[in-house]
């Protein structure tokens, strides 16, 4: 069965960087793209960017450009997002997603909590 | 910057039919995706391009597009419907994607 296995919690301080990791199984990996999709406490769905597993090519949300990297290992399939400078606005779950749009698959989220 | 405008909340009594909208200009030429996300759980895509729907998803839920606006129709809403109800699409361009800014569903 599809799935997507996120790595676990993460406590950083501000300005410091994180790196998220989404751990694809149950499908040809190079099929299908990845996105990122964060939600701060109590907040909506907030669609931060793709990448192409093909070819590797990303597509960031322009909020997010200069400050996100979304990378890709198809020798172990598993997807990237690392975000730097962190403030305390990027407090939230983050997600990885499969496909662009039509995000049939999830998983099961990371919590990312910024705090000095 | 493309929005999405939903409503914040839709309150509906059990088996009575619940309607959420999503508004944007770019809706009649990009199609509309529509999640389920329930406290403390990932989304769940119980819609997509515009009106059909994946399998395991109860037939109660369906979708439609009327202008710049589409709609999450669920009829004869159930408890377990409870939950926030996200539309997804991407601007006029296709690059942009974007999240509405998500409606509470209350089935009480």
């Known amino acids: 069965q599809v799935q997507l296995v996120q790595s676990g919690a993460e406590v950083k301080k501000p300005g410091a960087s994180v790196k998220v990791s989404c751990k694809a199984s149950?499908?040809?990996?190079?099929?299908?793209?990845i996105s990122w999709v964060r939600q701060a406490p109590g907040q909506g769905l907030e669609w931060m960017g793709w990448?192409?597993?093909?070819?590797?090519?990303?597509d960031y949300a322009q909020k997010f450009q200069g400050r996100v990297t979304m990378t890709r290992d198809t020798s172990s399939s598993t997807v990237y997002m690392e975000l730097r400078t962190l403030t305390s606005d990027d407090t939230a779950v983050y997600y990885c997603a499969r496909s662009r749009l039509q995000s049939d698959y999830w998983g099961q989220g990371t919590l990312v909590t910024v705090s000095s | 910057s493309y929005e999405l405008t939903q409503p914040p909340s839709v309150s509906v009594s059990p088996g009575q039919t619940a309607r959420i909208t999503c508004s944007g200009d770019a809706l009649p030429n990009q199609y509309a995706y529509w999640y389920q996300q329930k406290p403390g759980q990932a989304p769940v895509l119980v819609i997509y391009?515009?009106?059909e729907k994946p399998s395991g998803i109860p037939e109660r839920f369906s979708g439609s597009i009327s202008g710049t606006t589409v709609t999450l129709t669920i009829s004869g809403a159930q408890a377990e419907d409870e939950a926030d109800y996200y539309c997804?699409?991407?601007?006029?361009?296709?690059?942009?994607?974007?999240f509405g800014g998500g409606t509470k569903l209350t089935v009480l």
């Open positions: 149950g499908y040809t990996f190079t099929t299908y793209g």
């Open positions: 391009r515009d009106s």
């Open positions: 990448i192409n597993i093909d070819n590797g090519n990303t």
């Open positions: 997804q699409s991407t601007d006029s361009s296709g690059l942009h994607v974007v």
